[in-house]
């Protein structure tokens, strides 16, 4: 083959640092916007963003060059500052330091997207812990429970 060719999408998920809640409905869209931008500024592509106050969702179409890690480094570290500067009362919040990256396949997108548009409604009846745990087995992530949350 004489070119390269690549249909990459991941699902990211990350919470505030000990889960505190300060991703409330009042500022969430400004948020959800500005780490559109910044995907977008990264070469990637936002397919969806959503949330509630403590963790993030993000479906994003990346290029080959870019890895989980350093997609969620750039994100996390630009946003982290911009709230920082952008949001009164917001001078301690902070990101994980971890995050969940998980392949999306094209079939899959849709689902992916109307699961993260329905974050508000979902977390009703689930814990952000219960649901990454989920995702962590139904993608069969293994882990350690003594780092998972810390």
Do not use: C
Request: aromatic share 12%.
């Amino acid at each position: 083959m004489a070119n390269t060719y690549t249909s990459l999408h991941y699902h990211l998920v990350f919470s505030t640092r000990n889960r505190e809640r300060w991703l409330s409905p009042e500022i969430e869209d400004r948020i959800w916007s500005y780490l559109a931008g910044i995907v977008r500024e990264n070469r990637l592509k936002p397919i969806q963003i959503g949330g509630v106050d403590d963790h993030v969702h993000l479906l994003l179409g990346s290029p080959p060059t870019l890895a989980p890690s350093r997609i969620a480094q750039l994100i996390k570290g630009a946003s982290s500052t911009w709230i920082h500067r952008n949001f009164n009362g917001m001078d301690r919040f902070a990101w994980q330091d971890g995050y969940g990256a998980f392949t999306v396949s094209r079939s899959s997108l849709d689902h992916v997207v109307d699961y993260i548009q329905n974050q508000r409604e979902h977390h009703r009846l689930r814990s952000f812990q219960e649901e990454y745990l989920a995702l962590l087995h139904k993608h069969g992530v293994e882990y350690d429970e003594r780092y998972l949350w810390d």
